[in-house]
């Protein structure tokens, strides 16, 4: 399949790139540099620009059989890009008719925050990160309103280490019984799954060790 990554060069992006590129797919790296993801493959296609340019991301989408959203901040704390550029994603795809829609988002947003403990309830989405928290869940609502095959990741904390597929998965609000944390490499291998793997059509599937 041909699958375009937005935030191709974050810490769960580069990853997702990698176990695309790993199972046979083409794969376009959208990012702001792509040059950064340091990647040498036959079927790797970087290609620069800003999800907020809603002419770059069409023409990036165009031909596409799949698309995998993994925008991230960096280190900012009120930056929208997420569903600023979710939203240019969205409308690009409606515009070419690509339909498979894989979006990484957080657990926590929506009926998830009730999987979350005291810490990351009041400290960190309740303080710390309340308008990540924020652009999170306005990001999910425009996935679900969108009309596409969506299916929503919800990963809780990211942690370092190699994928081990032994992670919860599927769960609902009520599970408390999880350390809160999951490695990048186990979230970068679901994301992938989930572009052929259509069980989870029009679910947010949360994950978590």
């Known amino acids: 399949m041909k699958v375009i990554v937005f935030g191709a060069t974050g810490s769960i992006g580069r990853l997702a790139v990698a176990a695309l590129l790993a199972d046979g797919h083409t794969v376009t790296a959208f990012a702001r540099r792509p040059g ?15 999800a907020r340019d809603i002419d770059a991301v069409s023409r990036a989408t165009e031909g596409q059989d799949a698309v995998v959203i993994a925008l991230g901040a960096g280190a900012s704390r009120s930056s929208d890009i997420r569903s600023q550029g979710t939203l240019n994603v969205i409308r690009a795809m409606q515009q070419h008719g690509v339909r498979r829609l894989v979006c990484q988002s ?29 652009d999170h869940e306005l990001q999910e609502s425009l996935v679900r309103a969108s009309g596409l095959d969506w299916t929503i990741v919800r ?25 809160l944390k999951i490695s990048r490499a186990d979230i970068a291998e679901f994301l992938k799954r989930q572009v052929t793997d259509l069980s989870d059509l029009h679910r947010a599937v949360a994950i978590s060790n």
Do not use: C, Y
């Open 36 to 50: 950064a993801l340091e990647q040498d493959h036959t079927g790797l296609h970087p290609w620069a620009g800003d």
């Open 155 to 179: 990963p809780s904390a990211f942690a370092d280490g190699p994928a081990t597929g032994t992670f919860k998965r599927g769960f609902g609000p009520e599970e408390r019984a999880l350390n």
């Open 106 to 134: 957080t657990l926590g947003a929506h009926e998830s925050w009730n999987n979350l403990n005291f810490f990351w309830k009041r400290i960190m989405f309740g303080l710390l990160l309340r308008p990540v928290h924020r």
